[in-house]
């Protein structure tokens, strides 16, 4: 439970950084950022270690929508740099990477739901995306979209970085969006 002068302080943040995540349990961070979206409905959480910040998605503008995302992933620092110089593993904090290919088209509406439909645990989605009548570029970072037009006939190459997820889950749903015929 947060105090009332905590609590109001946090109200008046355009985005909270949770810093030490690396001290918390896995159970304990997940309650943490669902009793702080509770709370402050569509605040923009950010779990980070060290304190490693990405300025560009300090930056970034909300679009109105409750996010979380990790700021672990940002240049200069890498996952094996953790390992060299904290003497920790970035997968042992539940760090998950995977990717997505598909030579098929996907339906556009179906993908774009999908995204809509994504836990705040998937921060990062990054490839282009080629639906029946055009391709696209995705940069999704904690709950933000970016949209570009790809002029290349590239297939589907989506990079997934997320907190604690079932690549497994994610990987079905978008099989579901994968056009059967075109």
């Keep these: 439970m947060m105090g009332s002068f905590f609590l109001n302080q946090l109200r008046q943040a355009d985005l909270i950084l949770l810093n030490k995540i690396d001290l918390m349990l896995e159970e304990e961070i997940s309650e943490c950022v669902a009793q702080l979206h509770e709370a402050i409905p569509g605040c923009r959480i950010f779990p980070v270690t060290y304190s490693q910040v990405d300025p560009d998605?300090?930056?970034?503008?909300?679009?109105g929508r409750s996010s979380t995302t990790n700021l672990l992933e940002f240049p200069g620092l890498h996952y094996k740099d953790l390992d060299q110089?904290?003497?920790i593993n970035a997968h042992d904090l539940a760090f998950v990477s995977f990717n997505f290919s598909s030579k098929q088209p996907l339906d556009e509406a179906r993908f774009r739901n999908?995204?809509?439909?994504?836990?705040?645990?998937?921060?990062?989605?990054?490839?282009t995306i080629r639906f029946a009548d055009r391709n696209v570029f995705l940069n999704y970072v904690g709950g933000m979209e970016?949209?570009?037009?790809?002029?290349?006939?590239?297939?589907t190459n989506l990079v997934f970085v997320g907190w604690n997820i079932s690549g497994k889950n994610i990987m079905a749903r978008l099989r579901d969006c994968v056009l059967d015929r075109w």
Excluded at 57 to 63: F, G, P, Q, V
Excluded at 146 to 155: I, L, M, N, T, Y
């Design 57 to 63: 998605s300090l930056c970034a503008e909300d679009h």
């Design 85 to 87: 110089h904290y003497n």
């Design 114 to 127: 999908f995204v809509e439909q994504l836990p705040w645990e998937a921060f990062r989605i990054k490839g």
């Design 146 to 155: 970016d949209w570009s037009s790809w002029e290349k006939q590239d297939d």
